[in-house]
């Protein structure tokens, strides 16, 4: 499904708060050309569109896995955790999709303790996917700490901002990022 983004559509509204959150960075279903299965689901099963990461409005890079069983969250996060997208190693990918949702950090209801990612690829320790984001991250000055999950992970309290920024359509920003 395409999105419709206007750069000069204010997203702050429409930033979601989730409370036990479970994220999926590597989950069962179809891959489709450049995505794969992956996202946010609300405690309940459904699975969270705000959370789809897009290259451009028409071309996302995560799609809707498979929900998973009890047993297969293994993670957890605590606090008030802020949605980063997809973590790229590349760096014009990372600054144009992994900077996308930082905007919400300024316009959360509720202060950030970390950021959580999700790594483009799989790793042992999901942590080694980060030092390539860091540079960019540390450029935009107070950020909060960087996490990055490879199994599916519950969080206390989830916020979720639209994606802001991307490449094509989407390279005009909305205006919290900008």
């Known amino acids: 499904m395409a999105l419709r983004f206007d750069p000069e559509q204010h997203l702050a509204d429409q930033v979601e708060v989730i409370e036990n959150?479970?994220?999926?960075?590597?989950?069962?279903?179809?891959?489709?050309?450049?995505?794969?299965?992956?996202g946010?689901?609300?405690?309940?099963?459904?699975?969270?569109?705000?959370?789809?990461?897009?290259?451009?409005?028409?071309?996302?890079t995560i799609v809707e896995p498979r929900f998973p069983q009890p047993e297969e969250i293994s993670g957890h996060l605590s606090g008030t955790v802020l949605f980063g997208g997809l973590g790229y190693g590349h760096?014009?990918?990372?600054?144009?999709?992994s900077t996308a949702r930082l905007w919400g950090i300024d316009h959360s209801p509720e202060s950030i303790?970390?950021?959580v990612f999700i790594p483009k690829r799989q790793f042992t320790w999901p942590s080694r996917s980060l030092p390539p984001l860091r540079p960019i991250i540390d450029a935009l000055g107070n950020i909060p700490d960087l996490v990055a999950v490879g199994s599916p992970t519950r969080?206390?309290?989830?916020?979720?901002?639209?994606?802001g920024f991307g490449v094509n359509d989407m390279i005009g920003a909305c205006p919290e990022f900008r």
Do not use: W
């Open 21 to 38: 959150a479970i994220i999926v960075p590597f989950g069962d279903g179809t891959s489709k050309n450049m995505a794969r299965p992956a």
């Open 40 to 60: 946010v689901f609300y405690p309940d099963g459904r699975y969270c569109e705000t959370a789809q990461t897009r290259r451009a409005s028409n071309r996302p």
């Open 91 to 97: 760096f014009g990918h990372a600054l144009c999709e």
């Open 113 to 115: 303790d970390q950021v």
């Open 155 to 163: 969080v206390d309290r989830l916020v979720v901002p639209p994606q």
